[in-house]
C-alpha cells in the first residue's frame, strides 16, 4: 500500500510540475505582451517629443489591451491558486461537470499545442464523492497519452453519468484516435490513480472511448 | 530589411510589430509556422524571428523546415522559458541566436542590424571574388 501511495504521489508531483510549469508558460506570455506595450507606449513618447502627434484613439487602445492582459494573466494566476490548494484538498463530494471543466481549463494550453479541443458534455449533475487533484492527475495521464500518439487535429468529450452506485466517467475521441492503446499505456501509468481512486479502466473500441468506473461513493 | 516575424499569438506580433516598424523594419507577421513556410517559399526576408512554442508545428520543427527551403535564411529564435538544451538544439539546426521574451527591443534590433551588415559584407565579398566589382 505505501508503494501504490508513493507511485501516486510521484505522479502527482509529475502532474503539479506540468501544470505549473503550462501556467507559468502562460503568466510569462501576458507579461511579455504587456512588456512589448510599456515599450510601445515609450517609443510613441520619444515620437511625440520629436514632434509626432500622439493620437489618444491610439492610446485607449493600448491601455485597454494592457488591460486585457493583466485580466488574462489574473485568470491563470486564479486558476494556478485553485490548482495549488486542490492538491491538498481531502475527499469532497463534488460535481464530475466541475472537475472535467477545471480539467479542461488547466490543460488548455496544452490540448491546443496539440490540436486537441477539450469540450464538457453534461446536461445533468452526476455527484460523487473524490479527492479532485487524484481524478483531475488521472484524467490528465490519459490526455498525456493521447497527445503522444497522435497527429493532426483531433477533439475530446468528458461526459458522466450514474450507474449504479457508480460514476462512468467517459472520455469521448473522435476518429483516428488509437482508444486501444492509449487505454493500455494510460491504465499502465495510471495505476496507482486507479488504485487510489478504486476506478477501473475500460477502453471501448467501438465508440472511440474510454471509461472510468468509479464509486459514487468513497469510504475509507 | 524585410523580417518575418512568426508567433501564435496575436496581441504579440501585433505590438512587437508596430516597435519593429517604428524602427523602420518592414515586418510581416503571422501566426503559424504553415503560414510561415509559404511566404519563405514566394519571398526573400533577411531573417525570421521564430517563437518556439507554437501549436501544431512548434519552433524547432519549424527551424528545419525554414533551413530545408532556404538554408542561408537567418533565424532568431524567441522563447518563453530559454533552457540550454533547447538552445542548444536549435543552435545545431542552424539559429543564429535563442531570445528570451519578454524581448529587449533594443538587444533583437542589435541582432538584426548584425545580421543586416554580415548580409552585406557577405554580398560585397561575393561580388568582388567573382565579378571583380567593389561595393560602396
Not at chain 1, 475530446?156 to 492503446?181: R, T, Y
Not at chain 2, 518575418?4 to 516597435?19: E, G, M
Not at chain 2, 527551403?69 to 529564435?77: A, E, G, K, T, W
Not at chain 2, 542590424?113 to 565579378?131: D, F, V, Y
Request: net charge negative.
Amino acid at each position: 500500500m505505501i508503494s501504490i501511495l508513493g507511485s501516486a504521489n510521484t505522479l502527482g508531483l509529475f502532474f503539479f510540475g506540468s501544470m505549473s510549469a503550462s501556467m507559468s508558460h502562460e503568466i510569462k506570455n501576458a507579461l511579455a505582451i504587456i512588456n512589448e506595450h510599456a515599450g510601445l507606449l515609450d517609443d510613441l513618447v520619444r515620437l511625440s517629443e520629436k514632434g509626432k502627434p500622439l493620437s489618444t484613439d491610439r492610446l485607449k487602445s493600448l491601455s485597454a489591451n494592457i488591460g486585457r492582459q493583466v485580466q488574462r494573466a489574473d485568470n491563470i494566476v486564479g486558476r494556478l491558486n485553485r490548482f495549488a490548494h486542490s492538491a491538498r484538498q481531502p475527499v469532497i463530494t463534488t460535481d464530475t461537470k466541475e472537475i472535467f471543466e477545471f480539467t479542461a481549463a488547466l490543460v488548455d494550453r496544452l490540448a491546443s499545442m496539440n490540436s486537441v479541443t477539450i469540450t464538457v458534455g453534461m446536461d445533468v449533475e452526476v455527484p460523487m464523492q473524490v479527492r479532485p487533484f487524484v481524478l483531475e492527475n488521472l484524467l490528465w495521464v490519459c490526455l498525456k497519452t493521447m497527445f503522444s500518439m497522435i497527429s493532426g487535429p483531433h477533439s475530446i468529450e468528458f461526459k458522466a453519468k450514474k450507474k449504479d452506485s457508480d460514476v462512468a466517467i467517459i472520455i469521448q475521441f473522435d476518429e483516428g484516435v488509437p482508444v486501444e492503446m492509449i487505454g493500455v499505456h494510460a491504465a499502465q501509468e495510471g495505476q496507482p490513480l486507479l488504485i487510489a481512486l478504486r476506478a477501473v479502466m475500460s477502453p471501448d473500441v467501438q465508440n472511440n472511448s474510454i471509461t472510468l468506473t468509479m464509486p459514487r461513493k468513497f469510504e475509507e | 530589411m524585410k523580417i518575418l516575424l512568426v508567433d501564435d499569438d496575436q496581441d504579440f506580433i501585433d505590438v512587437l510589430s508596430d516597435r519593429m516598424i517604428i524602427r523602420e523594419i518592414d515586418v510581416t507577421s503571422v501566426t503559424s509556422a504553415k503560414e510561415a513556410f509559404g511566404l519563405v517559399e514566394k519571398f526573400s526576408y533577411d531573417a525570421i524571428i521564430l517563437d518556439l512554442q507554437m501549436p501544431e508545428i512548434d519552433g524547432l520543427q519549424a527551424l528545419e523546415r525554414l533551413k530545408a527551403i532556404n538554408p542561408d535564411l537567418p533565424v532568431i529564435l524567441l522563447t518563453g522559458h530559454a533552457t540550454v538544451a533547447k538552445g542548444v538544439e536549435a543552435m545545431k539546426l542552424g539559429a543564429i541566436d535563442v531570445i528570451e521574451k519578454p524581448v529587449d527591443i533594443r538587444v533583437l534590433t542589435e541582432k538584426l542590424k548584425k545580421i543586416n551588415t554580415q548580409k552585406k559584407s557577405w554580398w560585397a565579398t561575393k561580388l568582388h571574388s567573382t565579378l571583380g566589382l567593389k561595393v560602396l
